[in-house]
Each structure stands twice: as structure tokens, then as C-alpha cells.
């Protein structure tokens, strides 16, 4: 769904989960205005275990 450039790798550095994942949680909370534990429950349902505490940060 998102393609990454290696120039943009260098923002996600430091994070534990993908890059992939986190533009995917940002442009459905951007979009379609969840709360943390919408997305949290999405996320569970496609399989990334994340807590919404983790998702504020």
C-alpha cells in the first residue's frame, strides 16, 4: 500500500514497528478520525499486536 523511499527510513529509525505499519495507523487516524483503541482493535483484527498507549506516542 505505501512505498518507502530509503530517504524517508531515516524518520523511522529507532521505531519497533515497520514503517509500513506506522504511515498506516497515521493515515487512518488522519482519515477516518479514530480514537487509539479503534485502531488498536483494527491492527489486532489484520494481526500487529500494538497497544493504543503505544499508538499516542
Same mark, same amino acid.
Given at each position: 500500500?505505501? &512505498? ?8 523511522? $529509525?529507532?521505531? @519497533? *514497528? *515497520? ?5 498506516? !495507523?497515521?493515515?487512518? $487516524? @488522519?482519515? !477516518? &478520525? ?14 500487529? $499486536? ?8
Amino acid at each position: 500500500m505505501f &512505498s518507502i523511499t530509503w530517504r524517508l527510513l531515516l524518520y523511522f $529509525k529507532g521505531f @519497533c *514497528s *515497520s514503517p509500513e505499519l506506522i504511515l498506516l !495507523f497515521v493515515y487512518m $487516524k @488522519c482519515r !477516518f &478520525s479514530l480514537s487509539y483503541r479503534d485502531l488498536e482493535e483494527m491492527m489486532h483484527i489484520r494481526g500487529a $499486536k500494538i497497544d493504543h498507549s503505544t499508538l499516542q506516542r
